[in-house]
């Protein structure tokens, strides 16, 4: 049956609405299609281009070339020198182990490297280059290069590596550089991405670490293009980082050498100071170690025999060392009655060879005495009994006040690590830290540099210099920064009195040239460079009444750990001041046979800027230093190990 016209204009009228509807609807979305191909095509189209670029470019950070380090000649001390590397990305190579079984045909790779390259693989950032061969040859870097289609995520670099020419002189004063370390990083709250870079370098210790935001410099950037395999194809921009900041220390290149090897053989220290800047010229602790070894990751054979080494290399002893100072505190308790009015030059105390106090019997170094002694002899032959007076005088409170006046006791702010603040001890200090009450008797102890007090080499430099020049003089490290001059160490006056001074002065010229003094043999003859000095002998070991009775036995005769400490200050010339210096022998036993002859050669070595004339010595030693001029000559034109490696 069919069905009516009216029915069928209805039903193609719904059709027709229908293929209305979905007809908008597909043009709708085929607009709405166009549109966004256009926006994305068109209107996005750098924002795309950019993120394919980075499929391609990478950013790399440059290292900066660290800042030297120079004399106060502007000789070098610490330079940069050229260092090839290989390198591994984990994301860029793959199969990390094919490839360095592959590198490993091409390259000699050290078990230990490799292991350290392994772990640093599997644990740092993929996209982090992880050095698996340091300091390799030219050749080595060739075979790479040639067979670089086959090493993918491999790449042969060149750096700069620290490199301390003169070795151990300048290992405890300047320090040295080491890679960055996790114990490095975790110390910062927010390391910069340059400290990730392979094998950076950072400072470790000494004036290194201490300017290490100065000497380090800024990172650069550069963009290069890499390929799928992600080697890279061509450099496509490059932004140079700053170079570190160049350092002028104040020490002096061959004063330094020399004091190095004149202290060889010995657990020692010496310092000298400028007296009218307060540069530290000579800062010189023995024995020492080749900085270079640390540079490139010192073995663990080497590291032990150092810290075995009874000598004890590692710490500074110049600055970080801290002995009684025997003798040569005489003269801070001297000034402490003078300046009290408690004593007066001409003033005469007399010494049977003992003291009592408070029921102890305190001995000087004399067993028979000195009998009757003014400040002066008092000095000269360094009477202890005449000590112990003006300490019963003056007291502790006013032997510590002098000391730290002169230096004992304060910590200098100084480039260097864990710089001594020594200790000039007073009733609050043993109250403090010992629990206890002071005694006179330990007035008497420090009244001669024994009991609590303790000085560093470097403080007794800088008491000599103000002795010696009526300032206080602080001393310097640091002479100039990228060019700029630092301030000096000259110091203002020490508000003593000059005349209390003066006869200090002529009582230390007396120990090195009148020949009952205790450091005669080591005087210097030329008239117009005589020194001023005090020895010094510090016990480290309580001595019995029973051997006191029966004789104390000679340092010669007790092991080494039980000598006494040996101890020397001076200054020069005499009449007008240029150098003061100190020199501690551990262990060495006596002040005027030990300390006494190796300041009075670095002394000379200053005065006359080289080795001085023979005629200089006193006419006994001649010989003898001539035979030291040459073996120290010869010890100080060794190259070093790392010269003779590169050789």
Request: hydrophobic share 40%; charged share 25%; with cysteine.
């Amino acid at each position: 049956m069919r069905r009516p016209a009216r029915d069928r204009a209805e039903g193609q009228r719904r059709i027709t609405r229908r293929a209305l509807v979905l007809g908008g609807a597909q043009v709708a979305v085929l607009g709405a299609l166009l549109f966004r191909m256009r926006h994305l095509q068109v209107d996005q189209a750098d924002e795309f281009r950019l993120l394919a670029d980075e499929n391609r470019i990478n950013l790399q950070l440059i290292a900066p070339a660290r800042g030297r380090i120079f004399d106060r000649e502007g000789r070098v001390i610490a330079e940069n020198v050229p260092s090839y590397r290989i390198t591994v990305t984990r994301e860029q190579a793959g199969d990390t182990e094919a490839v360095l079984d592959r590198l490993a045909r091409l390259v000699e790779l050290k078990t230990g490297e490799l292991e350290k390259a392994r772990r640093d693989l599997a644990e740092l950032r993929g996209d982090t280059p992880v050095t698996v061969a340091d300091r390799v040859d030219w050749e080595a870097i060739s075979r790479v290069a040639v067979n670089a289609p086959a090493l993918p995520g491999v790449t042969p670099e060149v750096g700069l590596s620290r490199r301390y020419p003169l070795g151990a002189a300048y290992a405890h004063a300047i320090g040295y550089v080491g890679a960055v370390s996790e114990r490095d990083l975790d110390r910062l709250d927010a390391p910069e991405a340059l400290l990730r870079l392979p094998r950076f370098q950072i400072g470790k210790i000494g004036l290194e670490a201490r300017h290490e935001d100065i000497l380090r410099g800024e990172a650069g950037t550069r963009r290069v293009e890499v390929n799928a395999a992600g080697r890279i194809m061509r450099e496509l921009e490059r932004q140079e980082g700053s170079p570190g900041a160049d350092i002028q220390v104040t020490c002096d290149n061959a004063l330094q050498t020399y004091a190095h090897a004149r202290l060889r053989g010995e657990g020692a220290a010496a310092v000298m100071l400028d007296c009218e800047t307060g540069d530290i010229l000579v800062c010189a602790s023995s024995p020492g170690y080749d900085p270079n070894l640390f540079v490139r990751g010192i073995s663990s054979a080497d590291y032990r025999a150092l810290l075995e080494d009874p000598l004890r290399p590692l710490p500074n002893k110049a600055v970080q060392g801290i002995y009684p100072p025997g003798s040569t505190f005489k003269m801070v308790t001297a000034l402490a009655a003078l300046d009290a009015g408690l004593v007066d030059f001409n003033e005469t105390v007399y010494c049977p060879g003992f003291k009592e106090v408070s029921g102890r019997r305190f001995h000087c170094w004399k067993r028979g005495g000195h009998g009757n002694v003014d400040l002066h002899r008092s000095l000269r032959n360094s009477c202890d009994v005449y000590y112990y007076e003006m300490a019963m005088r003056v007291g502790i409170e006013g032997i510590s006040a002098m000391a730290r006046r002169l230096g004992i006791g304060e910590q200098f702010d100084l480039p260097m690590t864990s710089v001594a603040e020594g200790l000039a001890p007073s009733r609050q200090w043993k109250l403090a830290y010992r629990g206890e009450a002071w005694m006179v008797g330990d007035s008497a102890n420090t009244a001669i540099g024994q009991g609590f007090v303790l000085a560093s080499p470097l403080q007794l430099a800088v008491m000599t210099a103000r002795l010696a020049t009526s300032r206080a003089i602080v001393p310097r490290l640091v002479k100039s920064i990228a060019g700029v001059d630092q301030p000096t160490g000259h110091g203002d006056s020490l508000g003593l009195n000059e005349n209390h001074l003066r006869e200090i002065r002529r009582a230390m010229f007396a120990v090195s040239n009148n020949q009952r003094g205790t450091a005669f043999r080591s005087r210097i003859v030329e008239d117009s460079l005589r020194l001023a000095g005090k020895t010094g002998t510090s016990q480290v070991r309580n001595i019995s009444a029973t051997e006191r009775a029966d004789g104390v036995r000679d340092n010669r005769d007790l092991p080494r750990e039980q000598r006494d400490h040996a101890l020397f200050v001076a200054f020069a010339p005499h009449d007008a001041p240029r150098f003061a210096l100190s020199v501690v022998v551990e262990h060495g036993g006596g002040g005027s046979t030990a300390a006494a002859p190796i300041a009075r050669d670095i002394m000379l070595q200053a005065l006359y800027g080289g080795d001085p004339p023979l005629s200089a010595y006193p006419a006994a030693d001649r010989p003898r230093i001539r035979t030291l001029q040459e073996e120290l000559k010869r010890e100080r034109e060794r190259p070093t190990p790392e010269a003779n490696d590169r050789a």
